[in-house]
């Protein structure tokens, strides 16, 4: 079963720009669609992006749209998010997911396998 692992997060100032990771170190995601959620203290996991290996479509949140990009390597061994533009909204810890299905979907209820996570600060 793969295991996706989260990297890449830190701090960054309001403004900048991070780069977060995700992959399996004995798997690739060539048959899965990975999505990106996040959680911020008190509020609930939402959605951020996701990305289907079936066709590469991506999708992204509002909040997100024309600051964050969702892409992977052409041997699907990682997916990464780029995140320009920070705000403070975006300090939350990260999630990369994979779910064994053909589109990609912001409900969790669809992805099978989750990272750790990863925490992301943004700082003014």
């Known amino acids: 079963e793969v295991q996706p692992v989260e990297s890449g997060g830190g701090l960054v100032q309001a403004g900048g720009s991070l780069k977060l990771s995700c992959a399996d170190s004995?798997?690739?995601?060539?048959?899965?669609?990975i999505g990106w959620f996040r959680q911020a203290p008190g509020k609930e996991r939402e959605g951020v992006s996701c990305?289907?290996?079936?066709?590469?479509?991506?999708y992204y949140a509002d909040s997100v749209k024309g600051r964050f990009t969702i892409s992977s390597d052409n041997a699907w061994n990682t997916v990464y998010l780029e995140m320009s533009s920070m705000k403070s909204e975006d300090m939350a810890v990260y999630y990369c997911?994979?779910?064994?299905?053909?589109?990609?979907?912001?409900?969790?209820?669809?992805?099978?396998?989750w990272g750790q996570g990863t925490q992301v600060t943004v700082s003014s």
């Open positions: 997911a994979a779910g064994e299905f053909t589109l990609a979907t912001f409900n969790p209820d669809m992805y099978d396998y």
């Open positions: 004995r798997f690739t995601f060539d048959d899965y669609a």
């Open positions: 990305i289907s290996s079936s066709d590469g479509r991506t």
